[in-house]
């Protein structure tokens, strides 16, 4: 089955060349010149992967990727952008975001880049029931709906981005984990923004996980994190 593209970008050469040459490369794209269009689209259907530009007219990037998560929370997404500066990066990778291409770009980079997020944010249809849930302590993870449960507490609803990342603490706890690794298993990549970018996820777990007194994550200085899990039950994880 093809997996389903949402390409926002404004400039029309541009997105016509993008649909053209992704649909060339066997993909269902569904273009939108602009946020409106985009939102109602997301209202309508289900996408694999969103492209999102920057620079759009009305609603920005940033602003509508906030509004997709909350019609499509699993979707994963990547920015396109003519800007390069470092904060317009780290603004969307704390939104979530799975990857951030500047314009130009070569098109067989970005069908890689979107093929390498799709493969890791995918999901097996066919899990049994029991394998969806990963439960420490009073908190409950569903890998299926990508919602964090705690008694009394609202629940918590992460990105694409988070899941894999706390999919990658939960499967290694009670180990030092270096940074190097954890960006090349999650990012695939490793640059000092992605850096910054792993400190602001550890800190939005360390207040998820505030009220847990069986989970902590510990800073290692100069190596990375240790995911410290006490009287860890066996709670086996697959994808």
């Given at each position: 089955?093809?997996?389903h593209?949402l390409?926002?970008?404004?400039?029309?050469?541009?997105?016509?060349?993008?649909?053209?040459y992704l649909?060339?490369?066997?993909f269902a794209?569904?273009?939108?010149?602009?946020?409106?269009?985009?939102l109602?689209?997301a209202?309508?259907?289900?996408?694999?992967?969103?492209?999102?530009?920057?620079?759009?007219?009305?609603?920005?990037?940033?602003?509508?990727?906030?509004?997709?998560?909350?019609?499509?929370?699993?979707?994963?997404?990547?920015?396109?952008?003519?800007?390069?500066q470092?904060?317009?990066r780290?603004t969307?990778?704390?939104l979530?975001?799975?990857d951030y291409?500047v314009?130009?770009f070569?098109?067989?980079?970005l069908?890689?880049?979107?093929?390498?997020?799709i493969?890791?944010?995918?999901?097996?249809?066919?899990?049994?029931?029991?394998?969806?849930?990963?439960?420490?302590?009073?908190?409950t993870?569903?890998?299926?709906?990508?919602?964090?449960?705690?008694p009394?507490?609202?629940?918590?609803?992460?990105?694409?981005?988070?899941?894999?990342?706390?999919?990658?603490?939960?499967?290694?706890?009670n180990?030092?984990?270096?940074?190097d690794?954890?960006?090349?298993?999650?990012w695939g990549s490793?640059?000092?923004?992605l850096?910054?970018?792993?400190?602001?996820?550890?800190?939005?777990?360390?207040?998820?996980?505030?009220?847990?007194?069986l989970?902590?994550?510990?800073?290692?200085?100069?190596?990375?994190?240790?995911?410290?899990?006490?009287?860890?039950?066996?709670n086996?994880?697959?994808?």
């Open positions: 089955m093809k997996k593209v390409l926002i970008e404004d400039e029309t050469d541009l997105g016509n060349m993008v649909l053209q649909t060339l490369c066997n794209v569904s273009l939108a010149p602009d946020a409106t269009v985009a109602q689209q209202t309508e259907q289900h996408f694999d992967i969103a492209l999102i530009d920057v620079n759009l007219p009305g609603m920005d990037g940033f602003s509508l990727a906030r509004q997709l998560q909350l019609l499509q929370p699993e979707l994963p997404f990547l920015f396109l952008t003519a800007r390069n470092k904060q317009d780290l969307g990778l704390q979530g975001a799975d291409i314009k130009p070569d098109a067989e980079e069908v890689l880049r979107m093929n390498n997020i493969r890791r944010s995918g999901k097996a249809p066919d899990a049994p029931a029991e394998d969806k849930l990963i439960a420490i302590g009073h908190t993870y569903n890998k299926d709906t990508y919602i964090l449960q705690a009394d507490e609202d629940d918590i609803q992460l990105t694409a981005r988070e899941h894999d990342l706390l999919l990658y603490f939960f499967r290694h706890p180990k030092v984990l270096n940074r690794d954890i960006l090349a298993a999650v490793n640059d000092y923004v850096r910054r970018s792993l400190d602001v996820f550890v800190s939005r777990f360390r207040k998820y996980f505030a009220k847990n007194p989970v902590e994550i510990k800073n290692v200085y100069g190596v990375g994190f240790l995911f410290h899990i006490r009287q860890q039950r066996e086996p994880i697959s994808n």
